[in-house]
Protein backbone atom coordinates (compact mmCIF):
# COMPACT_ATOMS: atom_id res chain seq x y z
CA UNK A 1 0.00 0.00 0.00
CA UNK A 2 1.28 3.83 -0.90
CA UNK A 3 2.72 5.56 2.28
CA UNK A 4 -0.72 7.00 3.71
CA UNK A 5 0.97 9.95 5.74
CA UNK A 6 2.60 10.79 2.31
CA UNK A 7 -0.27 10.93 0.50
CA UNK A 8 -1.86 12.82 3.16
CA UNK A 9 0.78 15.16 3.31
CA UNK A 10 1.27 15.82 -0.17
CA UNK A 11 -2.16 16.68 -1.25
CA UNK A 12 -3.02 19.48 -4.03
CA UNK A 13 -4.67 22.52 -2.74
CA UNK A 14 -8.36 22.74 -4.17
CA UNK A 15 -8.12 25.91 -5.58
CA UNK A 16 -5.67 24.41 -8.41
CA UNK A 17 -7.54 23.46 -11.50
CA UNK A 18 -7.15 19.37 -11.75
CA UNK A 19 -6.05 17.93 -15.33
CA UNK A 20 -8.94 16.76 -17.27
CA UNK A 21 -9.45 13.17 -19.20
CA UNK A 22 -8.48 14.43 -22.31
CA UNK A 23 -5.54 15.38 -24.50
CA UNK A 24 -2.81 17.82 -23.39
CA UNK A 25 0.21 19.30 -25.77
CA UNK A 26 3.73 19.87 -25.04
CA UNK A 27 3.70 23.85 -24.89
CA UNK A 28 5.79 25.92 -27.57
CA UNK A 29 5.71 29.52 -27.57
CA UNK A 30 4.99 29.67 -31.34
CA UNK A 31 1.81 27.95 -31.18
CA UNK A 32 0.18 30.03 -28.21
CA UNK A 33 -1.88 32.28 -30.71
CA UNK A 34 -2.96 29.42 -32.55
CA UNK A 35 -4.00 27.47 -29.59
CA UNK A 36 -6.07 30.33 -28.24
CA UNK A 37 -7.96 31.58 -31.62
CA UNK A 38 -8.74 27.92 -31.98
CA UNK A 39 -12.23 26.47 -31.91
CA UNK A 40 -11.23 23.18 -30.65
CA UNK A 41 -10.12 23.58 -26.55
CA UNK A 42 -6.51 21.33 -25.67
CA UNK A 43 -7.25 19.61 -22.70
CA UNK A 44 -4.16 21.18 -20.83
CA UNK A 45 -0.87 22.19 -21.63
CA UNK A 46 2.40 20.55 -20.12
CA UNK A 47 5.87 22.46 -20.13
CA UNK A 48 9.25 21.73 -19.11
CA UNK A 49 10.13 22.87 -15.54
CA UNK A 50 13.64 24.59 -16.56
CA UNK A 51 12.26 26.74 -19.41
CA UNK A 52 10.89 28.58 -16.96
CA UNK A 53 12.94 28.88 -13.80
CA UNK A 54 14.50 32.54 -14.61
CA UNK A 55 12.23 35.57 -12.57
CA UNK A 56 10.68 37.15 -15.84
CA UNK A 57 10.59 38.01 -19.18
CA UNK A 58 8.71 36.97 -22.59
CA UNK A 59 8.57 32.79 -21.29
CA UNK A 60 6.63 33.94 -18.29
CA UNK A 61 4.07 36.32 -19.97
CA UNK A 62 2.82 33.87 -22.29
CA UNK A 63 3.04 31.49 -19.82
CA UNK A 64 0.81 34.02 -17.26
CA UNK A 65 -1.25 34.13 -20.41
CA UNK A 66 -1.99 30.38 -21.39
CA UNK A 67 -2.58 29.66 -17.49
CA UNK A 68 -5.31 31.75 -17.97
CA UNK A 69 -7.24 29.40 -20.35
CA UNK A 70 -5.41 25.91 -19.67
CA UNK A 71 -4.82 24.03 -17.13
CA UNK A 72 -1.13 23.00 -16.82
CA UNK A 73 1.05 20.61 -16.00
CA UNK A 74 4.66 20.85 -15.21
CA UNK A 75 7.50 18.15 -16.15
CA UNK A 76 10.64 18.21 -14.64
CA UNK A 77 13.89 16.92 -16.92
CA UNK A 78 17.00 17.65 -14.75
CA UNK A 79 16.00 16.99 -11.04
CA UNK A 80 18.16 14.14 -11.44
CA UNK A 81 15.71 11.93 -9.31
CA UNK A 82 18.50 8.61 -9.51
CA UNK A 83 21.89 10.56 -9.05
CA UNK A 84 24.00 8.87 -6.55
CA UNK A 85 25.09 12.28 -5.53
CA UNK A 86 22.18 13.39 -4.03
CA UNK A 87 19.84 16.36 -5.58
CA UNK A 88 20.79 19.88 -6.94
CA UNK A 89 19.32 21.79 -3.98
CA UNK A 90 19.31 24.53 -6.04
CA UNK A 91 17.53 23.07 -9.52
CA UNK A 92 14.71 21.96 -6.95
CA UNK A 93 14.43 25.55 -5.14
CA UNK A 94 13.95 26.65 -8.45
CA UNK A 95 11.41 24.04 -9.52
CA UNK A 96 9.04 24.89 -6.05
CA UNK A 97 9.54 28.41 -7.48
CA UNK A 98 7.64 27.08 -10.98
CA UNK A 99 5.27 25.48 -9.03
CA UNK A 100 4.32 28.43 -6.70
CA UNK A 101 3.79 30.66 -9.24
CA UNK A 102 2.19 28.48 -11.87
CA UNK A 103 -0.03 26.20 -9.24
CA UNK A 104 0.01 23.57 -12.14
CA UNK A 105 -2.94 20.26 -11.24
CA UNK A 106 0.38 18.21 -12.01
CA UNK A 107 4.29 17.74 -11.25
CA UNK A 108 6.31 15.08 -12.90
CA UNK A 109 9.51 14.07 -13.41
CA UNK A 110 11.63 11.12 -14.42
CA UNK A 111 13.09 7.90 -12.88
CA UNK A 112 16.62 8.57 -14.09
CA UNK A 113 19.82 10.69 -13.65
CA UNK A 114 21.45 13.76 -15.55
CA UNK A 115 24.44 15.09 -12.90
CA UNK A 116 27.85 13.56 -11.84
CA UNK A 117 30.56 15.60 -10.04
CA UNK A 118 28.93 19.30 -10.97
CA UNK A 119 28.52 17.94 -14.81
CA UNK A 120 25.34 17.80 -16.41
CA UNK A 121 24.23 15.08 -19.41
CA UNK A 122 22.27 16.33 -22.18
CA UNK A 123 20.40 12.79 -21.29
CA UNK A 124 18.31 10.83 -18.94
CA UNK A 125 20.26 8.06 -18.12
CA UNK A 126 18.99 4.87 -16.56
CA UNK A 127 19.71 3.61 -12.86
CA UNK A 128 20.16 -0.11 -11.96
CA UNK A 129 17.50 -1.67 -10.46
CA UNK A 130 19.08 -2.59 -7.03
CA UNK A 131 17.98 -2.42 -3.09
CA UNK A 132 20.48 0.76 -2.99
CA UNK A 133 18.95 2.52 -6.28
CA UNK A 134 15.70 2.09 -4.70
CA UNK A 135 16.39 3.29 -1.65
CA UNK A 136 18.18 6.38 -2.97
CA UNK A 137 15.10 7.18 -5.47
CA UNK A 138 12.61 7.04 -2.59
CA UNK A 139 14.79 9.08 -0.35
CA UNK A 140 15.10 11.93 -3.10
CA UNK A 141 11.41 11.41 -4.03
CA UNK A 142 10.42 12.25 -0.39
CA UNK A 143 12.69 14.90 -0.22
CA UNK A 144 11.46 16.79 -3.51
CA UNK A 145 7.46 16.11 -2.16
CA UNK A 146 8.55 17.28 1.26
CA UNK A 147 9.93 20.85 -0.46
CA UNK A 148 6.90 20.97 -2.97
CA UNK A 149 4.46 20.32 -0.35
CA UNK A 150 2.40 18.41 -2.84
CA UNK A 151 2.67 14.82 -4.65
CA UNK A 152 5.04 14.43 -7.86
CA UNK A 153 4.46 11.78 -10.91
CA UNK A 154 7.17 9.60 -11.29
CA UNK A 155 8.20 8.68 -15.46
CA UNK A 156 9.10 5.05 -16.47
CA UNK A 157 12.10 5.35 -18.47
CA UNK A 158 13.12 5.02 -21.84
CA UNK A 159 16.44 2.65 -22.07
CA UNK A 160 19.01 1.00 -24.71
CA UNK A 161 21.21 -0.54 -21.83
CA UNK A 162 20.87 -2.77 -18.91
CA UNK A 163 22.68 -3.06 -16.06
CA UNK A 164 24.17 -6.27 -14.41
CA UNK A 165 23.79 -4.77 -11.08
CA UNK A 166 20.26 -5.14 -11.48
CA UNK A 167 18.34 -7.74 -9.59
CA UNK A 168 14.64 -6.31 -9.52
CA UNK A 169 12.16 -6.17 -13.00
CA UNK A 170 11.30 -2.19 -13.64
CA UNK A 171 7.83 -2.73 -12.78
CA UNK A 172 8.45 -3.97 -9.66
CA UNK A 173 10.83 -1.20 -9.22
CA UNK A 174 8.18 1.40 -9.93
CA UNK A 175 5.72 -0.09 -7.35
CA UNK A 176 8.09 -0.18 -5.01
CA UNK A 177 9.12 3.61 -5.58
CA UNK A 178 5.40 4.40 -5.68
CA UNK A 179 4.38 2.23 -2.18
CA UNK A 180 7.49 3.55 -0.21
CA UNK A 181 6.74 7.69 -1.36
CA UNK A 182 3.08 7.60 -2.15
CA UNK A 183 4.36 9.19 -5.18
CA UNK A 184 2.11 8.77 -8.19
CA UNK A 185 2.85 7.64 -12.01
CA UNK A 186 3.43 8.89 -15.11
CA UNK A 187 3.17 5.86 -17.68
CA UNK A 188 5.03 6.80 -21.06
CA UNK A 189 3.65 4.53 -23.49
CA UNK A 190 6.64 5.34 -26.56
CA UNK A 191 8.90 4.61 -23.53
CA UNK A 192 7.52 1.11 -23.04
CA UNK A 193 7.55 0.44 -26.40
CA UNK A 194 10.85 1.80 -27.17
CA UNK A 195 12.98 -0.35 -24.29
CA UNK A 196 10.54 -3.50 -24.73
CA UNK A 197 12.01 -3.03 -28.44
CA UNK A 198 15.34 -2.57 -27.24
CA UNK A 199 15.51 -5.37 -25.18
CA UNK A 200 13.50 -8.33 -26.90
CA UNK A 201 10.61 -8.66 -24.07
CA UNK A 202 6.87 -7.92 -25.01
CA UNK A 203 5.37 -4.31 -23.96
CA UNK A 204 2.08 -6.07 -23.59
CA UNK A 205 4.03 -8.55 -20.85
CA UNK A 206 5.15 -4.67 -19.62
CA UNK A 207 2.12 -3.33 -19.53
CA UNK A 208 0.09 -6.45 -17.26
CA UNK A 209 2.54 -5.95 -14.75
CA UNK A 210 2.46 -2.35 -14.39
CA UNK A 211 0.43 -0.70 -11.37
CA UNK A 212 -1.56 0.83 -13.38
CA UNK A 213 -3.74 1.57 -10.92
CA UNK A 214 -1.68 4.38 -9.63
CA UNK A 215 -0.95 6.31 -12.94
CA UNK A 216 -2.47 9.81 -13.46
CA UNK A 217 -1.02 10.83 -16.55
CA UNK A 218 -0.17 8.80 -19.94
CA UNK A 219 2.37 10.42 -22.32
CA UNK A 220 2.56 9.27 -25.79
CA UNK A 221 5.64 10.56 -28.15
CA UNK A 222 7.31 9.51 -31.72
CA UNK A 223 10.32 7.41 -32.00
CA UNK A 224 12.90 6.70 -34.30
CA UNK A 225 13.69 3.78 -36.03
CA UNK A 226 17.67 2.43 -35.96
CA UNK A 227 19.68 -0.78 -35.60
CA UNK A 228 22.74 -2.04 -33.08
CA UNK A 229 25.89 -2.60 -34.43
CA UNK A 230 24.55 -6.71 -34.69
CA UNK A 231 21.45 -5.44 -36.96
CA UNK A 232 18.70 -5.70 -34.66
CA UNK A 233 16.31 -2.94 -34.49
CA UNK A 234 16.97 -0.19 -32.29
CA UNK A 235 14.26 2.56 -31.44
CA UNK A 236 15.50 6.16 -30.24
CA UNK A 237 12.33 8.32 -28.14
CA UNK A 238 13.22 11.32 -30.48
CA UNK A 239 10.04 13.03 -29.55
CA UNK A 240 10.04 14.42 -33.16
CA UNK A 241 7.79 12.97 -35.18
CA UNK A 242 3.44 11.47 -34.91
CA UNK A 243 2.79 8.66 -32.27
CA UNK A 244 3.75 5.25 -33.74
CA UNK A 245 0.54 3.30 -34.77
CA UNK A 246 1.76 0.20 -32.78
CA UNK A 247 2.22 2.50 -29.80
CA UNK A 248 -1.59 4.44 -30.51
CA UNK A 249 -3.05 0.36 -30.01
CA UNK A 250 -0.60 0.21 -26.70
CA UNK A 251 -2.58 3.07 -25.75
CA UNK A 252 -6.13 1.74 -25.79
CA UNK A 253 -5.14 -1.20 -24.53
CA UNK A 254 -4.30 0.51 -21.44
CA UNK A 255 -6.99 2.77 -21.38
CA UNK A 256 -8.96 -0.41 -20.72
CA UNK A 257 -7.60 -0.98 -17.38
CA UNK A 258 -7.12 2.70 -16.36
CA UNK A 259 -10.21 4.16 -18.01
CA UNK A 260 -9.79 7.97 -19.17
CA UNK A 261 -6.61 9.49 -18.03
CA UNK A 262 -5.10 13.28 -19.21
CA UNK A 263 -2.90 12.48 -21.97
CA UNK A 264 0.25 14.59 -22.94
CA UNK A 265 0.72 14.48 -26.89
CA UNK A 266 4.73 15.09 -26.58
CA UNK A 267 6.64 16.43 -29.45
CA UNK A 268 10.03 18.60 -28.53
CA UNK A 269 12.49 18.20 -31.74
CA UNK A 270 11.40 19.16 -35.24
CA UNK A 271 8.33 20.71 -34.01
CA UNK A 272 5.76 20.92 -36.62
CA UNK A 273 2.82 23.99 -37.38
CA UNK A 274 0.04 23.69 -34.17
CA UNK A 275 -2.45 21.88 -36.66
CA UNK A 276 -0.24 19.01 -36.82
CA UNK A 277 0.24 18.62 -33.52
CA UNK A 278 -3.69 19.20 -33.24
CA UNK A 279 -4.30 16.27 -35.11
CA UNK A 280 -2.29 13.90 -32.50
CA UNK A 281 -3.97 15.44 -29.80
CA UNK A 282 -7.72 14.72 -31.74
CA UNK A 283 -6.94 11.36 -32.30
CA UNK A 284 -6.03 11.23 -28.65
CA UNK A 285 -8.90 12.67 -27.74
CA UNK A 286 -11.35 10.17 -29.48
CA UNK A 287 -9.97 7.20 -28.35
CA UNK A 288 -10.22 8.86 -24.69
CA UNK A 289 -14.11 9.57 -25.67
CA UNK A 290 -14.41 5.88 -26.80
CA UNK A 291 -13.27 4.18 -23.38
CA UNK A 292 -15.30 7.16 -21.49
CA UNK A 293 -18.34 5.58 -23.08
CA UNK A 294 -17.44 2.07 -22.33
CA UNK A 295 -16.91 3.05 -18.82
CA UNK A 296 -19.88 4.83 -18.44
CA UNK A 297 -18.87 8.42 -18.21
CA UNK A 298 -16.70 7.35 -15.35
CA UNK A 299 -13.67 9.27 -15.04
CA UNK A 300 -9.60 8.08 -14.22
CA UNK A 301 -8.95 8.46 -10.73
CA UNK A 302 -5.79 8.10 -10.45
Known sequence: M????????????????????????????????AILSDAYRIGFLEVHAENYMGDGGHPH??????????????????LSIGSPAGLDLQHLARLKAVVDRYEPAMVSE???????????FNDLLPVPYDAETLARVCEHIDQVQDRLGRRILLENPSTYVAFEATTMGETDFIRAIANRTGC???LDINNVYVSATNHGYAAL?????????????????GHAEDQ??????????????????????????VLAATGPCPTLIEWDNDVPDWPILKREAELADAILARHDQTAGGLRHGG
Open 2 to 33: PNAAAVAHHTISATIPTLPARAGAGFKEQHAD
Open 61 to 78: RILTRMREDFPLSVHGVG
Open 110 to 120: HLAWSTHDNQF
Open 184 to 186: GLL
Open 205 to 221: DYLADFPTKLVEEIHLA
Open 228 to 253: DDTGQPLLIDSHDRPVDSIVWDLYDH
